[in-house]
């Protein structure tokens, strides 16, 4: 068990070779991210176990966040106190918002391919536009608590978009459903 001999040293990997590895190492974390939570079938288990793996970071970060007072717990306005108000609040949320958000993830992604962000960082770049569009509609430091749950939206999108764009659609528009569900069911209000 000495040293390799001069036979067996590996060979120096090239720039090229390097890049193209990086890139396969990217792809590959990108695309198969959803598969974190395991297989999706039976799908509702999956869907549950992906909003579950999106929504616990997230709520830690808001804890966190909250306790060095750097979010507020959200004020929402456009619930009022009547009975109507709170029914159309929620299903805005549960239903209409994350497929609306969804939607909207087509044309992000659109964009950002044309503007050649490397596939890559797809991913990370749109995470990161959904958060600033969150910290933009809410409090500054709330989007940093939606980067995660956006990570893992998007990751599911490119996964299941290799396949059907209109399942990446169902699919991530289920699971962000799910994660709100989740949020309300715990009392989170993230």
Same mark, same amino acid.
């Given at each position: 068990?000495?040293?390799?001999s001069?036979r067996?040293q590996?060979?120096? @990997?090239?720039?090229?070779?390097?890049?193209s590895? #990086?890139h396969k190492l990217?792809?590959?974390i990108?695309? $198969?991210?959803?598969?974190?939570?395991? *297989?999706?079938k039976?799908?509702p288990l999956y869907?549950?176990r992906v909003?579950l793996?999106?929504l616990?970071?997230?709520?830690l970060?808001f804890?966190?966040?909250? *306790?060095?007072?750097?979010i @507020?717990?959200q004020?929402?306005? #456009?619930a009022n $106190?009547?009975?109507?108000?709170? @029914?159309?609040?929620?299903i805005? &949320?549960?239903?209409?918002t994350?497929?609306i958000e969804?939607? &909207?993830?087509?044309?992000?992604?659109f964009?950002? #391919?044309?503007c #050649?962000?490397?596939?890559?960082?797809?991913?990370?770049?749109s995470?990161?536009a959904w958060?600033?569009?969150h910290?933009?509609?809410r409090q500054?430091?709330y989007?940093?608590?939606?980067f995660?749950?956006f990570?893992?939206?998007?990751?599911?999108?490119?996964?299941?978009?290799?396949? $059907?764009r *209109?399942?990446?659609?169902?699919?991530t528009?289920?699971v962000?459903?799910?994660? $709100?569900? &989740?949020?309300?069911?715990?009392?989170? *209000?993230?």
């Open positions: 068990m000495g040293s390799l001069s067996e590996p060979l120096p @990997i090239t720039a090229e070779k390097y890049r590895s #990086r990217f792809m590959e990108a695309i $198969n991210f959803g598969k974190l939570c395991g *297989n999706e039976p799908l869907i549950f909003a793996f999106a616990l970071p997230a709520q970060i804890s966190i966040l909250e *306790n060095f007072g750097l @507020i717990g004020v929402d306005t #456009r $106190n009547s009975f109507s108000g709170i @029914i159309v609040h929620y805005d &949320l549960l239903l209409l994350p497929w969804t939607l &909207l993830m087509v044309v992000v992604f964009v950002l #391919r044309v #050649r962000v490397p596939s890559t960082m797809l991913l990370w770049v995470a990161l958060a600033a569009l910290s933009y509609t500054l430091a989007g940093v608590v939606v995660w749950p990570v893992m939206f998007s990751a599911i999108f490119l996964k299941h978009e290799l396949v $059907n *209109n399942h990446a659609v169902v699919y528009s289920v962000h459903c799910a994660y $709100n569900i &989740l949020s309300l069911v715990f009392h989170w *209000n993230i």
